[in-house]
């Protein structure tokens, strides 16, 4: 399985953004999709997940009411929606995917992993 994120950029606090990432090669009947973000100097974390083909997203407290995934299953894509940003928020988000269905926040059960996208918000 490939991952292929994109849509990180520099943008002003209150501003929105939206990350896609795109699955290919071979997946399993259910998995899961994640993002995860890592700031300078602090541990790779949790962001929100959702299960394929049918799951529920969900988010991290720090993002909730924020940011929202979505998917469009024909494209095998995910998508994470930030609106609100806030300067905190800046770090490289990263994609991940899971053979197991379900809702995981620990980085060991994700089997795959995007190269990364910049988002960058300044105050």
């Known amino acids: 399985v490939q991952l292929q994120a994109s849509g990180g950029g520099s943008v002003q606090a209150g501003d929105s953004l939206r990350l896609s990432c795109a699955a290919s090669g071979r997946t399993s009947s259910s998995y899961t999709i994640s993002w995860f973000r890592q700031a300078p100097g602090k541990e790779r974390e949790f962001v929100g997940g959702?299960?394929?083909?049918?799951?529920?997203?969900n988010y991290a407290d720090s993002v909730k009411g924020r940011f929202m995934i979505s998917r469009d299953n024909a494209m095998k894509t995910t998508y994470l929606q930030m609106n609100a940003l806030k300067p905190e928020d800046t770090a490289v988000y990263y994609c991940?995917?899971?053979?197991?269905?379900?809702?995981?926040?620990?980085?060991?059960?994700?089997?795959?992993w995007g190269q990364g996208t910049q988002v960058t918000v300044s105050s």
């Open positions: 991940a995917f899971s053979y197991s269905g379900g809702h995981y926040i620990a980085r060991a059960v994700y089997n795959h």
């Open positions: 959702v299960g394929w083909p049918r799951g529920s997203p």
